[in-house]
């Protein structure tokens, strides 16, 4: 696995079920940009479940745009995450098909562990 980080550029998020005791359910818009392996701006869409102990759980697809290695063009990564004690996790990978350009047919996955604000550590591995 090759390391790098992100930063989120910018964060909306917006409830659309909301009850009694905490329990939410949103769509969070977020803009971001990598470093290390991955180099370049992405657009990330998560729709998010936040249970009545805060924790949350979130599914989504990011556009990526740039450099992965020696690769460029754009791909698309869909994430599998949880948000617990104060840390985001997420496993994520290519979406196949999703390739453009110099990136068409490539393949990886990895994950990212990010603390509330600041940047974000990740690792990925591509094919």
């Known amino acids: 696995?090759?390391?790098g980080t992100f930063q989120i550029k910018s964060w909306e998020e917006k409830p659309y079920k909301?009850?009694?005791?905490?329990f939410?359910?949103?769509a969070a818009h977020i803009k971001q940009s990598?470093?290390?392996?991955?180099q370049g701006e992405s657009?990330?869409?998560?729709?998010?479940?936040?249970?009545?102990?805060?924790?949350?759980?979130?599914?989504?697809?990011?556009?990526?745009?740039g450099q992965i290695g020696d690769r460029s063009g754009s791909v698309v990564?869909?994430?599998?995450?949880?948000?617990?004690?104060g840390e985001?996790?997420?496993?994520?990978?290519?979406?196949?098909?999703t390739g453009s350009e110099g990136m068409e047919g490539l393949k990886g996955s990895g994950n990212y562990s990010a603390k509330h604000g600041g940047?974000?550590?990740?690792?990925?591995?591509?094919k």
Do not use: P
């Not at 909301?18 to 905490?22: S, T």
């Not at 657009?43 to 745009?65: K, P, Q, W």
């Not at 940047?119 to 591509?126: Q, V």
């Open 1 to 3: 696995m090759n390391n």
């Open 119 to 126: 940047t974000a550590s990740y690792a990925f591995n591509s």
């Open 77 to 85: 990564f869909q994430h599998n995450g949880i948000f617990e004690a």
């Open 18 to 22: 909301e009850l009694d005791g905490g």
């Open 43 to 65: 657009i990330v869409e998560y729709l998010m479940t936040y249970c009545r102990d805060g924790n949350a759980r979130f599914v989504g697809h990011e556009f990526f745009s």
């Open 24 to 26: 939410k359910m949103s």
């Open 34 to 38: 990598y470093e290390g392996l991955l």
């Open 88 to 97: 985001a996790k997420s496993d994520w990978h290519i979406v196949e098909g």
